[in-house]
């Protein structure tokens, strides 16, 4: 399979398990609102990585499948909270939650998808999974939604400065980010049955997955086009700290240093191709993509205790397409 068949698998079968957490919600309005982006589509993902997890150590696809559409439940939460706090406007090619309902319906939304999210991960016992996996799973799933709530404050927390290291960068975006991959990794890697060994490697797997999927964020944005649903280079004109601003930044002579935060500050269409032209100067676009690809390769890497198997195929397959992905 090539890598949409393989995100679209189990993608029925994950919408079924979200409709049925969801479809006793009242009022209406509410089931409404907390189904708006879901409908929207989306890669679903996190679904996938937690069903392959589960199949990669010899788990039954059928006991993955609360925990995935737990995992989508917790993305799409975040991303309607993220929305909010962003005021971005559009999310998968449709108008943000709150700009169709209001942001007290759109946080309400969120809250209730987090809660649902809880509900269905523990009716994983049901599944003939063990009540101490389902907790087992649970508990990673808590430590991820901690992490990007923390991952979350430590971005906002950058906005006001450029004295940011890159380790501490990588940090906010595995928690930001790579947190819930993790996640979906780990609670596979549970619910499927896995030895300590083996739960540590795909979580590995997924740190570094999770790490090569925000800084190919940040390189598509300076290098892709707008289909992916917001400016090209719209990241500069933010001013955020990307990796390859914070490289260009540590590499500059002090007048492109300068410069660069004179840009960056601006807030303006206007700074993109000088903004550019400094990073390119430095190397910081490439540096940047050899970064991801290091990840990817680390990623990979850590399978070699997963035994053979077309899941672990899939895994390889996955980690290079968050490296090549376009948006």
């Given at each position: 399979?090539?890598?949409?068949?393989?995100?679209?698998?189990?993608?029925?079968e994950?919408?079924?398990?979200?409709?049925d957490?969801?479809k006793t919600l009242?009022?209406e309005?509410?089931?409404d609102?907390?189904?708006?982006l879901?409908?929207?589509?989306?890669k679903?993902f996190r679904?996938?990585?937690?069903?392959?997890?589960?199949?990669?150590?010899?788990?039954n696809t059928?006991?993955?499948l609360?925990?995935?559409?737990?995992l989508e439940?917790?993305?799409t939460?975040?991303l309607i909270?993220?929305?909010i706090m962003?005021?971005?406007?559009t999310?998968?090619?449709m108008?943000?939650?709150?700009?169709?309902w209001?942001?007290p319906?759109?946080?309400?939304?969120?809250?209730?998808l987090f809660?649902?999210?809880?509900?269905?991960?523990?009716?994983?016992?049901?599944?003939?999974?063990?009540y101490?996996?389902a907790i087992d799973?649970?508990?990673?799933?808590v430590d991820s939604c901690?992490?990007i709530c923390?991952?979350?404050?430590?971005d906002?927390?950058f906005?006001?400065t450029?004295?940011?290291t890159?380790d501490e960068y990588m940090?906010?975006?595995y928690?930001?980010t790579?947190?819930?991959?993790t996640?979906a990794?780990?609670?596979?890697?549970?619910i499927?049955?896995?030895t300590?060994?083996?739960i540590?490697?795909?979580?590995?797997?997924?740190?570094?997955v999770?790490?090569?999927f925000?800084i190919?964020?940040?390189y598509?944005d300076?290098t892709?086009d707008?289909s992916?649903g917001?400016?090209v280079?719209s990241?500069?004109?933010?001013?955020k700290?990307?990796?390859m601003v914070?490289?260009?930044?540590?590499k500059a002579n002090?007048e492109?240093?300068?410069r660069l935060i004179e840009?960056l500050e601006?807030?303006?269409?206007?700074?993109?191709?000088?903004?550019m032209?400094?990073?390119?100067?430095y190397?910081a676009i490439?540096?940047?993509?050899?970064?991801a690809?290091?990840?990817?390769?680390?990623?990979?890497?850590s399978l070699?205790?997963?035994?053979d198997s077309?899941a672990?195929?899939a895994?390889?397959k996955?980690a290079d397409?968050?490296y090549t992905?376009?948006?």
């Amino acid at each position: 399979m090539d890598v949409m068949e393989i995100l679209k698998a189990y993608s029925a079968e994950v919408d079924t398990e979200i409709d049925d957490a969801l479809k006793t919600l009242e009022p209406e309005e509410l089931r409404d609102v907390s189904s708006h982006l879901i409908k929207a589509g989306g890669k679903k993902f996190r679904p996938a990585l937690t069903i392959l997890s589960c199949q990669a150590v010899g788990g039954n696809t059928e006991k993955a499948l609360k925990a995935a559409a737990a995992l989508e439940l917790i993305h799409t939460f975040s991303l309607i909270h993220d929305d909010i706090m962003d005021n971005d406007d559009t999310r998968r090619g449709m108008k943000a939650v709150h700009k169709v309902w209001g942001e007290p319906l759109a946080i309400l939304a969120g809250d209730t998808l987090f809660a649902k999210a809880y509900e269905t991960i523990i009716k994983t016992a049901d599944d003939n999974v063990g009540y101490e996996r389902a907790i087992d799973a649970l508990k990673v799933l808590v430590d991820s939604c901690i992490k990007i709530c923390e991952g979350q404050a430590l971005d906002m927390s950058f906005e006001d400065t450029f004295e940011v290291t890159q380790d501490e960068y990588m940090n906010m975006i595995y928690k930001k980010t790579g947190a819930l991959i993790t996640g979906a990794t780990g609670a596979g890697a549970i619910i499927g049955g896995a030895t300590s060994m083996q739960i540590n490697a795909l979580q590995e797997y997924g740190r570094n997955v999770g790490l090569a999927f925000q800084i190919q964020d940040d390189y598509i944005d300076l290098t892709g086009d707008e289909s992916i649903g917001k400016p090209v280079g719209s990241d500069l004109v933010e001013g955020k700290k990307t990796v390859m601003v914070l490289y260009a930044l540590e590499k500059a002579n002090k007048e492109d240093h300068d410069r660069l935060i004179e840009l960056l500050e601006a807030n303006d269409d206007s700074i993109i191709p000088e903004a550019m032209s400094i990073l390119e100067k430095y190397g910081a676009i490439q540096y940047a993509r050899a970064l991801a690809y290091d990840c990817v390769i680390k990623a990979k890497e850590s399978l070699v205790v997963i035994p053979d198997s077309d899941a672990k195929d899939a895994l390889m397959k996955l980690a290079d397409f968050v490296y090549t992905r376009k948006a």
